[in-house]
């Protein structure tokens, strides 16, 4: 006897399309500002990466700076890289004592990158109201239906979170450069073999 399916296969579905206001909607970004805002957000992405290779290099235990930045660059599947430092933090033994800060810092990493990634392959249009929309990109068929109105203080908000962000890592860095200026200092010299980790340097 052939039980019957309780669930039905999944199949396409079409978009329900938006109430956007009617009109035509023309190509890109035709307000200056919003033009502005969204070009400090993307070209301030790539500081966002670099700096993110201090969280990354700790959790891999790497305290030389260019060596971290080297592998975190090498891996350049965003995805993978937030996938390998939650499982670092997550998995290790090593890491069973870290706070919260790392696993806040990888959540609002990933997020950016979502609104990265939203803005920059993204379809901006400037709508018959005069306000922004943007056609995020999906595996949807048909999602030229769905735009979703972008305001100025999404821009600005987004902008904020990014400086907060790089102002989080580089107070972290610091305690860490502090921290390890202390112990150096009172610090008896190591063992034959062994040897204190250097700090680790923003630059380069």
Same mark, same amino acid.
């Given at each position: 006897?052939?039980?019957?399916? *309780?669930? @039905?296969?999944?199949?396409?579905?079409?978009?329900? @399309? &938006?109430?956007?206001?009617?009109?035509?909607?023309?190509?890109?970004?035709? &307000? &200056?500002?919003?033009?502005?805002?969204?070009?400090?957000?993307?070209?301030?992405? @790539?500081?966002?990466?670099?700096?993110?290779?201090?969280?990354?290099? !700790?959790?891999?235990?790497?305290?030389?700076?260019?060596?971290?930045? !080297?592998?975190?660059?090498?891996?350049?599947?965003?995805?993978?890289?937030?996938?390998?430092?939650? *499982?670092?933090?997550?998995?290790?033994?090593?890491?069973?004592?870290?706070?919260?800060?790392?696993?806040?810092?990888?959540?609002?990493?990933?997020?950016?990158?979502?609104?990265?990634?939203?803005?920059?392959?993204?379809?901006?249009?400037?709508?018959?109201?005069?306000?922004?929309?943007?056609?995020?990109?999906?595996?949807?068929?048909?999602?030229?239906?769905?735009?979703?109105?972008?305001?100025?203080?999404?821009?600005?908000?987004?902008?904020?979170?990014?400086?907060?962000?790089?102002?989080?890592?580089?107070?972290?860095?610091?305690?860490? #450069?502090?921290? !390890?200026? #202390?112990? *150096?200092?009172? !610090?008896?010299?190591?063992?034959?073999?062994?040897?204190?980790?250097?700090?680790?340097?923003?630059?380069?």
């Amino acid at each position: 006897m052939n039980t019957p399916r *309780s669930k @039905p296969p999944e199949r396409y579905s079409a978009p329900k @399309p &938006d109430h956007d206001p009617a009109g035509t909607y023309l190509a890109g970004i035709r &307000d &200056d500002d919003a033009a502005k805002a969204i070009g400090k957000f993307l070209t301030g992405w @790539p500081h966002v990466e670099k700096r993110m290779v201090v969280i990354f290099g !700790q959790l891999a235990t790497i305290t030389d700076f260019y060596l971290a930045r !080297q592998m975190f660059r090498t891996i350049v599947s965003q995805q993978l890289r937030i996938k390998i430092m939650r *499982s670092l933090l997550q998995k290790t033994p090593i890491h069973r004592g870290k706070g919260l800060f790392f696993d806040k810092m990888i959540k609002e990493f990933e997020a950016l990158n979502k609104v990265r990634n939203g803005y920059a392959h993204g379809l901006w249009f400037t709508g018959p109201d005069r306000n922004l929309y943007l056609e995020e990109e999906t595996d949807v068929y048909g999602v030229f239906l769905n735009k979703r109105k972008v305001m100025p203080e999404e821009l600005v908000g987004h902008l904020k979170r990014m400086a907060d962000f790089l102002k989080r890592i580089d107070e972290h860095e610091n305690n860490l #450069l502090l921290a !390890q200026t #202390l112990l *150096s200092s009172h !610090q008896k010299p190591p063992p034959r073999g062994e040897f204190p980790s250097p700090p680790y340097s923003k630059r380069g």
